[in-house]
């Protein structure tokens, strides 16, 4: 098993159970501007992203560009992972979710802020 992998797939399974990843905006869209509730958003969004990650995945299989030795683990570990995160999140307070939200798009922001180019 490769940790790195076995890693990002822990990483992105509990992004991917607060509902973060290509549906950010439409995350803050629902919570912000219609005030749905944190669980609700967070459900339409995965919804919002299975058809759209299973017309990807379809062009990278084509194209070769699937490393499955280090998407195996990756996979298994996010499954996982975003299951007991979903879990979690469902028996949290839909105010402390958000605030959780807010702070994780703060801090992804100033990262993203201090990052220097690459050369």
Known sequence: MSWGAAAAGTVCGILSAFGIGGGSLLMIWMTAILGMEQQTAQAINLLY????ASVSLIFHIHNRQ?????AVPAILAGVVTAALSAWA???????LLRKAF???LLV???????KKPKH
């Not at 699937?66 to 280090?70: E, F, G, N, S």
Request: aromatic share 12%.
């Open 49 to 52: 992203f299975l058809p759209a």
């Open 66 to 70: 699937i490393c499955w030795r280090a």
């Open 102 to 104: 807010g702070v994780f």
């Open 89 to 95: 999140a469902s028996c949290l307070e839909a105010a």
């Open 108 to 114: 992804i922001g100033v990262l993203e802020l201090k």
